[in-house]
């Protein structure tokens, strides 16, 4: 029980920077999405702005995730949630 709870942790741990990684690039799609997305596409700017960043995130989190160590199903949860129990 003891090993697990650690393992939760480190993973929690290693984890936390591509949580902090997503608000830069969050930013970053906001201003491309007010500098060249907004001209372009009018109105459809900001839901295509949302897809944007979601597959960024999703982009992150593939390359990511398997130098995270993530052993078990339940820690991807641990994982999105950035929590312990």
Do not use: H
Request: net charge positive; charged share 15%; proline share 6%.
């Amino acid at each position: 029980m003891q090993a697990q709870l650690e393992n939760d942790v480190k993973v929690i741990v290693k984890s936390l920077p591509v949580w902090l990684m997503i608000i830069p690039l969050a930013v970053l799609n906001g201003v491309v999405r007010d500098c060249a997305m907004q001209p372009l596409l009018g109105r459809y700017a900001l839901p295509a702005s949302g897809i944007t960043l979601c597959a960024l995130v999703l982009g992150l989190t593939w390359f990511f995730i398997s130098r995270i160590g993530v052993a078990e199903p339940r820690q991807y949860a641990l994982v999105g949630l950035a929590l312990g129990r």
